[in-house]
């Protein structure tokens, strides 16, 4: 058994943790809002794969009252990424695993340099969930998450991690770190400012032939930043495929929709700013993923 | 004195035909919706540089019914263009100058293409008017217009024209044809679609940091399409100097703003999809410009 921490406990931090903690594993979770109900009432977990309840939550309002865990799973938003250097530190011993279950390109990078030392894994969830009311999780669809080793040199501990997945009836597989991140972009650079942008759908972008020649557009952009920065099998074809599969979804509204829907803060600086300065420092430009940015930046200053 | 014929009697067509017919000269109107009032009360014209009102207007439902002009207005919304090629026989003699008082890039080409034997001037107006109410313009301020010489080779004929505009009180010059409707499009072009886009008006676009620099990315698109297209005069100072007035501007909504606010039709074929068109045919391309074209396309398409 192990020691896992969880910073976020929301729709992924809840589901993930919770899956953890019902196989047996000792999680300790970090609420804010929703304390006072956890400590009470537990963790209710609503899922298409079997709901459950967590009784007794290891619940904490400081990172301050927490041990030191051999695996933390952070899954707070990237807009709160500043206030990791405050969190993490009690949480950390020297063989600590930190797993980064967020958005974005470049967040490894910064975390690592708050914390030069320590081993951290990128986390890319593949998941349908949210959080309905205080301390209830509602997983819908979906609910695998790849790893991408960032800096972590103990390739048995990842192992164990990934079994640790695995036996809490999640699946999970290691994946290449910057192809899996990259990838993940092909999708959420384009989407996720156009349809705050457009005020709309991934439905409707696509249906109108001007915007889905520009979805294709920015996903090739995507693509040719990944290649240019030597970032293996993330190709043409890929941006085609992301096509596809999302003219095959229902309507839907990526994370930054909702956050611009409910005026939460929009994860403008790892989806858009952190990845462009990336491409721009290795000599590349990506204009139409610029002007995005910019459109963003200005109806983000208007909320 | 001269024939002139009017198409298109709104905010501009009423303001210089009304200008020309008060200083004596024989205006034909063509009129749509106001004819009846028109034909029954005349036309009036509130300006700041003199009201005044015509009581007898030679107004028209039809071109069928107006005579051949020695020189033609037309001051129709691009958008109506395509109805030019039935209205203006009427009024075609071999000498008759047609002046394009329109937005955009690319009506004179396509206008020729309908009447290969017209003499084509291009009318760039300088002005704040608008149509009130019916036979009512509206005319706050400035009012010169240039002329850019397309296809006419009678020069005379041409500063004959430019008299009879400084006679009606109307300042007038000629200037290079190119030169002047690639100057306007680089004001033009970022402005009216990025206010429709992001549904704001020019004040704001420029006091944001990133807006600000995204307009001043998309005047360079122009700037660099014309000096590719071998336009002379059109240089990033140009561009530069239109920003500097702008921020000298009261919060301003270009017309296709207007177009958008009152759900008429917007100018984006003559004001993007033309003149990109004409780019990439010479083989330019303006990615944040065809860009915002497709934005455009996609906000029309919901309209």
Known sequence: ????????????????????????????????????????????VDSCDGSF???????????ADMPQCDVVL???????????KELLPPLLAPHTIVVLIQNGIGVEADVQQMFPDTAIVAGLAFICS???????????????????????????????????FHN?????????????????????????????????????LLQNPSTRKLIRDLMMEVVHAAQHLGV?????????????MTDQMTPYSPSMKLDYDFHRPMEIHYLYSRPL??????????????????MLRFVNAGE
């Open 1 to 44: 058994m192990k020691k896992y921490g969880v910073i976020g406990t929301g729709a992924i931090g809840g589901y993930y943790g919770g899956k953890l903690a019902r196989s047996g594993q000792e999680v300790h979770f970090l609420l804010h809002r929703d304390y006072d109900y956890v400590k009470e009432h537990g963790l209710q």
């Open 53 to 63: 309840h967590l009784d007794h939550v290891n619940a904490y309002h400081s990172t």
């Open 74 to 84: 952070v899954c707070l938003k990237t807009t709160n990424n500043h206030l990791l």
């Open 130 to 164: 949210a959080k309905t009311e205080p301390g209830r999780v509602s997983h819908q669809c979906y609910g695998s998450i790849n790893l991408g080793n960032y800096s972590c040199k103990d390739e048995a501990r990842l192992h164990a991690l990934l079994d640790d």
């Open 168 to 204: 809490a009836g999640v699946e999970a597989a290691m994946v290449s770190y910057d192809e899996a991140r990259w990838k993940k972009a092909v999708w959420n650079m384009p989407f996720n400012g156009m349809t705050v942008a457009l005020n709309t759908q991934t439905d409707l």
């Open 232 to 244: 293996s099998n993330v190709d043409e074809s890929f941006a085609e495929k992301m096509i596809e």
């Open 277 to 294: 300065e990336i491409v721009h420092n290795a000599g590349f430009r990506a204009p139409k993923l610029e002007m995005l940015e910019a």
